[in-house]
């Protein structure tokens, strides 16, 4: 190493050092630290597919990561400054090897972020020479830190000390190695990008009241359908529901007066219903079908759909789709606006020999009025922080460890339910998915939000959801559903801006993991609702071999093609309408290998699920963002296990079906703390809307998680599919009162049934106290009529039921032994 610079006289004494002489210096290399660290940034957000395609997004993610950055850049640029130049001025060596070589190590830790940084954000060997390379990292802190050594010998010479050392040189490095970075970067975490919301404003569908019919066909005026141009999952042709218009048809309504300046759009699609098309080619005749929107008497849109006999073998689905309006944007509008929809016969009218003018289903989809409304980003905190609901579909409380099972089937969950609050005694608003789903992100008993059958199994547009409340607050909001009900042709993607769904059949989540983690990467820097709809303990059983290995899985022989569904098949069959079959009936059916085999497969696939939950609540980990993420965990029901000699699940009301899990966890959560009061998971969606800053207006019983432990709790369930005294198709209704559970049957005609039974002493529910205790049960049937009452008066006006999508898709699933009348 060089001997130390030549001194002037007025400084005889190398030795002799003020902070002066170093804290400029650190100042300006704590500035250029903080600039690369951020580039270094930016390129490793390229390199991991990250970057957002918005500069304004990116730059705004970048600022809110400065105020650290510099923080850190800040303390090992002056510490490392006085080290060197102490270190320099006692041994009189420009670079003394053993502090030059600290202080590019503590560099190093800057710019590659090793180890304070979180995982994500970290540098790794990419063998390459690009900047995010921790290699490349490390020579450039080699240099960063010789450049240091030479500085403060620069700062001897008079022409640079103004710049190097002393009072002046420490206010212009302050200035612009800290101060002006600092404020440009507060001023761009300040100025967030703004995101698209569509909100539905007004749908017609749900107020038909509001169409003025100018001309329809006798007996077949306008009315509301369900509409499916094809069942081909991989174009735009699914359900929607629809204004039926047959042909020729006219009907005319005034786009409803709103006081706020908004931007408003109608949002409509024309589409022939499939029924159409397949009586086309049997009659061997072509029609055209024309539709077109006027606005104020002006068209904005036409199109004329022809419906072609098809030839044998020869299938173009590309040929069957919705036709949006606008380009699926929608078409301009103001209140006031008078809108025309028009229905007509281009050619073939003349012709249509055997096609009845009932088969004539054709008309406009999704027709609602939708307010455009920019509002801007927001960063996640304690005080307002992240939210992922995760729904486990078909998983029964009781075969998770965490709730006291004695295999280990969820360590991940046991963890999570160690950090905050354990609901023991939780309860589904159904025994089946849609309408469990639908309360889970609404807030609203089954009968209150109307999905309750195959018949209502689509949720209406004016319902506020949970997403929709956050999107208010400023969250991004993303949907990964593995269940292929939950899907945009029912609405469960209303308020998500991300909406990922299995079309056709279930997803098991290895094949979304990647997906939900990428989105995690890429929106780390906002406040987010992420919903993840996982299905890994439903059927089809798919175990992750680790988790079949660690728990010991071994199929046994003879295992059909089809597994649990194939063997739920043959116990329907046999049992019939049996109203005294049980396990022991079972037992003749099943052999105890592949009872077994039932049971362990069904809990290797809850392994399954909870690993994947493992792996993102590590992703949030890495990502630093633990400490301001909620994390909420639940299920849309159980499954019958051979409990009363049955698989499946949707026809009782039993534990085995509706007592779910329900775990909630983060800031401002208490942790390791469980719950007996029993409660329904509806209530999840007021409570993360609170814990959101939000509101749900017409659910008031959000859960105060600071003291949840207080009260009885009551809870209220039904079925349309249920089973009773052999009896297929009733309408089940279960209401919990404290430690009391009545089950009741209540046909449209008739009296009453009921069960009832005490729940402390009788947890499974085995011993009907209805006759022993008949003064209980009735007061609580009273009490439980009261409550559908009320839920039923509140309910939508409108109900929409499966169209020939969704009935290919329930048979497709094993679900067609309840979807025979399904459909049109």
């Known amino acids: 190493m060089a001997d130390i610079d030549d001194i002037s006289e007025a400084e005889p004494d190398a030795r002799q050092i003020s902070w002066l002489d170093w804290a400029p210096i650190g100042l300006w290399g704590a500035g250029l630290l903080a600039v690369v660290r951020v580039a270094i940034l930016a390129a490793t957000s390229q390199r991991t597919g990250g970057v957002d395609p918005d500069v304004a997004r990116l730059g705004w993610d970048l600022a809110g990561e400065f105020p650290g950055v510099l923080t850190q850049a800040l303390v090992v640029g002056l510490a490392s400054a006085a080290l060197l130049s102490g270190a320099r001025a006692n041994t009189g060596v420009t670079l003394p090897l053993a502090p030059f070589g600290f202080t590019a190590l503590l560099f190093w830790s800057v710019l590659s972020g090793i180890p304070l940084a979180p995982d994500s954000q970290r540098s790794v060997l990419t063998g390459e020479l690009v900047l995010d390379d921790a290699l490349v990292q490390g020579v450039l802190a080699v240099l960063l830190a010789a450049a240091y050594g030479f500085s403060l010998g620069a700062a001897r010479h008079p022409r640079a000390r103004i710049f190097l050392r002393g009072a002046p040189a420490l206010a212009i490095a302050a200035m612009v190695g800290a101060v002006l970075p600092a404020t440009y970067?507060?001023?761009?975490?300040?100025?967030a990008p703004t995101f698209e919301r569509r909100e539905v404003d007004h749908d017609f569908l749900e107020h038909l009241e509001d169409l003025k019919v100018i001309e329809s066909v006798p007996d077949h005026g306008p009315g509301l359908t369900v509409i499916t141009p094809v069942?081909?999952?991989?174009?735009?042709?699914?359900?929607?529901?629809?204004?039926?218009?047959?042909?020729p048809c006219t009907v005319e309504f005034t786009v409803p007066d709103r006081s706020e300046d908004a931007e408003f759009f109608l949002r409509a699609a024309a589409g022939v219903d499939k029924r159409l098309y397949n009586r086309v080619t049997q009659a061997g005749v072509t029609i055209g079908v024309e539709f077109a929107i006027d606005i104020n008497g002006d068209n904005r849109f036409a199109e004329t759909v022809d419906c072609e006999p098809r030839e044998k073998g020869v299938w173009d689905p590309t040929k069957q789709v919705w036709h949006h309006a606008g380009q699926g944007q929608g078409l301009a509008v103001a209140p006031g606006d008078r809108i025309t929809l028009r229905t007509s016969l281009a050619r073939g009218a003349d012709e249509l020999g055997d096609i009845a003018t009932e088969d004539l289903k054709l008309g406009f989809g999704g027709l609602v009025l939708e307010r455009v409304v920019r509002s801007p980003r927001k960063r996640a905190s304690v005080q307002a922080p992240n939210i992922v609901l995760i729904v486990m579909d078909t998983l029964r409380a009781d075969r998770m460890s965490s709730y006291g099972y004695e295999r280990p089937t969820t360590p991940h969950l046991d963890l999570l339910a160690s950090r905050g609050?354990?609901?023991?005694?939780?309860?589904s608003t159904s025994s089946w998915t849609w309408p469990s789903t639908a309360s889970i992100l609404t807030g609203l008993a089954a009968d209150a939000h109307g999905?309750?059958?195959?018949?209502?199994?689509?949720l209406v547009r004016s319902l506020e959801r949970l997403p929709e409340v956050l999107q208010d607050r400023g969250y991004a909001t993303a949907a990964f559903a593995c269940n292929p009900l939950i899907s945009p042709e029912r609405y469960f993607d209303q308020g998500f801006e991300h909406f990922v769904g299995a079309p056709d059949r279930f997803w098991m989540t290895e094949e979304i993991a990647p997906q939900v983690l990428k989105w995690l990467d890429d929106n780390r820097g906002l406040r987010f609702f992420l919903y993840l709809h996982l299905a890994d303990p439903h059927t089809p059983h798919l175990p992750h071999e680790k988790e079949a290995e660690r728990l010991g899985l071994v199929e046994p022989g003879g295992i059909p093609e089809g597994g649990m569904d194939h063997f739920a098949g043959q116990l329907r069959e046999r049992a019939g309408d049996d109203p005294t079959w049980s396990q022991a009936d079972a037992d003749s059916v099943l052999s105890a290998a592949h009872q077994r085999w039932i049971s362990e497969v069904y809990d290797a696939s809850v392994a399954t699920g909870d690993r994947f939950v493992g792996e993102f609540l590590k992703r949030i980990d890495e990502l630093g963002l633990t400490d301001r993420t909620i994390v909420a965990f639940t299920s849309d029901h159980g499954e019958e296990l051979l409990d009363r000699g049955r698989l499946g699940h949707g026809h009782t009301l039993y534990p085995e079906l509706v007592h779910v899990p329900l775990m909630i966890t983060g800031p401002g959560i208490p942790a390791g703390v469980r719950v007996e009061t029993g409660i329904s998971n509806r209530h999840l969606a007021p409570t993360l809307a609170t814990l959101g800053g939000g509101r749900m207006d017409r659910i008031p019983d959000a859960l105060f998680l600071p003291n949840v432990r207080t009260g009885k709790g009551s809870a209220f369930v039904q079925t349309v599919k249920g089973i009773w005294d052999g009896d297929r198709r009733q309408s089940l209704f279960g209401h919990r009162d404290g430690?009391?559970?009545?089950?009741?049957?209540?046909?449209?005609?008739?009296?009453?049934?009921?069960?009832?039974?005490?729940?402390?002493?009788?947890p499974q529910q085995t011993f009907d106290l209805a006759k022993a205790q008949p003064e209980r049960a009735g007061s609580m049937l009273k009490e439980l009529q009261g409550l559908l009452e009320e839920q039923r008066r509140t309910a939508p006006r409108t109900q929409v039921g499966a169209g020939a999508g969704a009935a290919e898709t329930l048979k497709g699933i094993g679900y067609g032994h309840d979807s025979e009348e399904d459909g049109e």
């Open 185 to 191: 970067a507060w001023r761009v975490a300040h100025r």
């Open 231 to 247: 069942v081909a999952w991989e174009t735009d042709s699914g359900d929607k529901p629809a204004l039926r218009m047959t042909p």
């Open 421 to 427: 609050i354990l609901f023991e005694n939780a309860y």
């Open 451 to 458: 999905v309750t059958s195959n018949e209502s199994c689509t």
């Open 739 to 762: 430690d009391w559970y009545l089950q009741a049957r209540l046909p449209e005609k008739g009296e009453p049934a009921v069960r009832l039974f005490q729940l402390r002493d009788d």
